[in-house]
């Protein structure tokens, strides 16, 4: 689990959340080969529940960002709900949905972070690491949010 804090377009990597999680159960090699974690490196990490607290008091009020955020808002939901704990009330904004209607005009494989991020010429290191990806989101959101502008169009 990753987040960071975009203050002001400035994305404070220094004050950043990353870590990895217990699952309770075995990673599939498709996932571990996409994201270079193995279950030896999660296996003595903390578990969600363990740790959602101090992510609830990271993200604060914070609004929640995320690349296709359907599916990880999804995953948080069915967490918390086990946890017979509410899902974050936080305001939402999903970059696949900005991108799509913000660059419908390009040409790109897909809207996928990966085909953006090159697009754009972004920088990862680690690419489909928690933090890496929370970064390049983070960048994208930045990058809309400076062409909206450009056009004069409200984001957030």
Known sequence: MAAVKLLNGYIDVEK????????????????SAVNNITDEMVKDK???????????????DGVI?????A????????????MGKPAPANHTRDTLH?????????????????????????????EHRALSDVIATAK??????EDKEKKDINVI
């Open 98 to 126: 900005l991108a799509r209607e913000m660059y419908k005009h390009l040409s790109l494989p897909s809207f996928k972070l990966t085909d953006l991020r090159r697009h754009f010429k972004m920088e990862a290191k680690n």
């Open 140 to 145: 994208l959101l930045k990058k809309i949010i």
């Open 71 to 82: 599916f990880d808002m999804g995953f948080l939901r069915e967490k918390v709900k086990k």
């Open 16 to 31: 950043h959340y990353n870590k990895l999680v217990n699952p309770c159960r075995s990673i599939s090699p498709g996932a």
């Open 46 to 60: 903390s578990k969600f529940e363990q740790i959602y607290a101090e992510f609830i008091d990271f993200i604060a």
């Open 65 to 69: 960002v995320g690349h296709n955020l």
